[in-house]
């Protein structure tokens, strides 16, 4: 068999919106991801369904699988003809022995390539504020790792030595090597006086960064209890603070995303925008049921149908990506009219060259519903639906298992004739490991469906309200609302516009009604 190909994926410093382009492609594409205990579950969830996802720890003090065993891991994941990625955190060449695993690699013949990551040595100083490089405070930096195995408290033998170097020295892995890095320093010659900061999970919604000198910051880092992964940075520029306080609306104020990878990205990014710390407290996975006999039999009827409702941005692209693979192409939509929910799901209906025909004014199903009714209703005029042959008006509606009984419920109720066929459904994704997920801590926890309520449950078992407690939630509609309370958690903010945009701005009125009542 032919070998694969293995991928050295820099995950950059743990936010999972510094990973480059390049080794996010990579993650997409890939058959199977070998990650560790600092790679993202919003990283993980970006790969395909289908990926096999293989923990391997790396964390200190509690490794999976020593480095030999993962190197053999990959050759032999090579060898079955599989595209690999291997993610690692920060950039894999820069204490993250890479290049042990690019060497073993390349001693089995298995063909590899080096996607860099940003370093955290940078990325994590840079985002709590400190410059690792400052003009007339700090004309170079050295990166140092405060873990080497087998040498006296950890550090490397020419630590002497390096500490006596002018600059910035940023030590990594080095949180449970503190005592020895600050009597090194001073031993070298650095005035108890020198500033210091250890930054705790860097880049991420719950860093923390305690400052002082190398005089007190040991005792400052006991009392504030800092754990791994840290990062230390000793320095004249450890002592600036440029971290950006502008007062975005949501600063501070974090925020858990359940449901599938591109909902939260967008919301994600939206809330981002706004100052909001956000993490994946949910990865739900779409099941596309576009093969099944009864979409391919609605498929071969398409000339019959009048209008085709779209509840969804799931519902669009998986409609057209079944009608592709059927062997048919958009002419055989001849002069179907398209009915959607919002603008969320008028915008990917867009993406394949069509305008919505019917979108209601309030972006609900009981809206769309009704305004389905009214038009098909209609008799004479522009608006009306004109039945073929003397039939009723035929609506496809092709939705998630577990859709919103209230759109048929009004079509039967005004006798439109509809095939409500399930196109998809929403599940729970793989738990992942020792990665980021639903954090207690957190203000907001999202739930934008009924199904997604649903799979939150299904996936987090009987932790699902032990989760929730002390977190404010809010959902879009009176659907998903439902769902929630039937699980006995009540609804804490319900948007009035069912979009990405009205979630956050559900959110940023509660936020403002609760500094009010504060």
């Given at each position: 068999?032919?070998?694969?190909?293995?991928?050295?994926?820099?995950?950059?410093?743990?936010?999972?919106?510094?990973?480059?382009?390049?080794?996010?492609?990579?993650?997409?594409?890939?058959?199977?991801?070998?990650?560790?205990?600092?790679?993202?579950?919003?990283?993980?969830?970006?790969?395909?369904?289908?990926?096999?996802?293989?923990?391997?720890?790396?964390?200190?003090?509690r490794h999976s699988m020593k480095q030999e065993e993962i190197n053999r891991l990959l050759v032999e994941l090579g060898r079955e003809g599989l595209y690999v990625v291997r993610l690692k955190g920060g950039d894999p060449f820069v204490f993250g022995r890479g290049g042990e695993e690019a060497l073993a690699l390349a001693a089995e013949g298995i063909p590899y390539k080096i996607i860099p990551g940003v370093t955290s040595a940078v990325a994590v100083p840079e985002c709590a504020g400190i410059p690792v490089t400052h003009r007339s405070l700090s004309r170079s930096f050295h990166v140092i790792t405060g873990h080497t195995k087998g040498e006296e408290g950890g550090l490397p033998a020419e630590f002497g030595q390096v500490a006596a170097l002018p600059g910035t020295l940023v030590f990594l892995m080095g949180l449970n090597s503190l005592p020895a890095i600050v009597e090194g320093l001073v031993k070298a010659g650095r005035p108890e006086s020198l500033p210091a900061a250890v930054i705790e999970n860097g880049t991420l919604e719950n860093a923390?960064?305690?400052?002082?000198?190398?005089?007190?910051?040991?005792?400052?880092?006991?009392?504030?209890?800092?754990?791994?992964?840290?990062?230390?940075?000793?320095?004249?520029?450890?002592?600036?603070?440029?971290?950006?306080?502008?007062?975005?609306?949501?600063?501070?104020?974090?925020?858990?995303?359940?449901?599938?990878?591109?909902?939260?990205?967008?919301?994600?990014?939206?809330?981002?925008?706004?100052?909001?710390?956000?993490?994946?407290?949910?990865?739900?996975?779409?099941?596309?049921?576009?093969?099944?006999?009864?979409?391919?039999?609605?498929?071969?009827?398409?000339?019959?149908?009048?209008?085709?409702?779209?509840?969804?941005?799931?519902?669009?692209?998986?409609?057209?990506?079944?009608?592709?693979?059927?062997?048919?192409?958009?002419?055989?939509?001849?002069?179907?009219?398209?009915?959607?929910?919002?603008?969320?799901?008028?915008?990917?209906?867009?993406?394949?060259?069509?305008?919505?025909?019917?979108?209601?004014?309030?972006?609900?199903?009981?809206?769309?519903?009704?305004?389905?009714?009214?038009?098909?209703?209609?008799?004479?005029?522009?608006?009306?639906?004109?039945?073929?042959?003397?039939?009723?008006?035929?609506?496809?509606?092709?939705?998630?298992?577990?859709?919103?009984?209230?759109?048929?419920?009004?079509?039967?109720?005004?006798?439109?004739?509809?095939?409500?066929?399930?196109?998809?459904?929403?599940?729970?994704?793989?738990?992942?490991?020792?990665?980021?997920?639903?954090?207690?801590?957190?203000?907001?926890?999202?739930?934008?469906?009924?199904?997604?309520?649903?799979?939150?449950?299904?996936?987090?078992?009987?932790?699902?309200?032990?989760?929730?407690?002390?977190?404010?939630?809010?959902?879009?509609?009176?659907?998903?609302?439902?769902?929630?309370?039937?699980?006995?958690?009540?609804?804490?903010?319900?948007?009035?516009?069912?979009?990405?945009?009205?979630?956050?701005?559900?959110?940023?009125?509660?936020?403002?009604?609760?500094?009010?009542?504060?």
């Open positions: 068999m032919r070998n694969g190909m293995v991928v050295l994926v820099g995950a950059g410093p743990g936010d999972p919106g510094l990973i480059t382009v390049k080794g996010l492609s990579c993650l997409k594409a890939c058959d199977a991801v070998v990650y560790d205990s600092l790679s993202s579950e919003q990283l993980l969830a970006a790969a395909r369904p289908d990926c096999r996802k293989v923990y391997v720890g790396k964390r200190a003090g923390r960064t305690v400052r002082g000198c190398l005089g007190d910051i040991q005792g400052k880092v006991l009392e504030a209890g800092l754990h791994t992964p840290a990062i230390i940075v000793a320095g004249e520029a450890a002592a600036l603070d440029l971290s950006c306080k502008s007062g975005l609306p949501l600063g501070g104020v974090r925020v858990g995303i359940t449901g599938t990878a591109s909902f939260r990205e967008r919301l994600g990014t939206l809330l981002d925008s706004l100052g909001a710390k956000v993490e994946c407290a949910g990865a739900m996975e779409v099941n596309s049921h576009a093969d099944s006999p009864e979409m391919e039999a609605a498929y071969g009827r398409l000339s019959r149908y009048e209008v085709i409702v779209f509840t969804s941005a799931n519902g669009v692209r998986l409609f057209f990506g079944g009608l592709l693979k059927s062997g048919r192409d958009f002419r055989a939509l001849g002069q179907v009219k398209f009915a959607v929910v919002g603008p969320g799901t008028a915008g990917e209906l867009l993406k394949y060259g069509f305008r919505a025909d019917y979108m209601p004014q309030v972006y609900r199903t009981r809206e769309l519903a009704e305004l389905l009714a009214q038009v098909c209703q209609t008799e004479g005029g522009g608006a009306a639906l004109t039945a073929r042959e003397g039939t009723s008006p035929r609506i496809l509606i092709p939705r998630s298992r577990g859709g919103s009984p209230e759109l048929t419920e009004i079509l039967s109720r005004a006798g439109v004739a509809f095939d409500d066929i399930v196109l998809y459904d929403v599940t729970g994704g793989l738990p992942v490991q020792d990665a980021a997920g639903p954090q207690t801590g957190c203000d907001y926890i999202t739930f934008a469906s009924a199904s997604g309520v649903e799979a939150y449950f299904e996936q987090m078992g009987g932790e699902a309200m032990e989760r929730l407690a002390g977190i404010r939630t809010v959902c879009i509609g009176d659907v998903t609302a439902g769902a929630l309370e039937s699980h006995g958690r009540r609804v804490d903010v319900l948007a009035k516009e069912f979009t990405v945009r009205g979630m956050a701005e559900a959110i940023l009125n509660d936020r403002s009604e609760g500094d009010e009542r504060r």
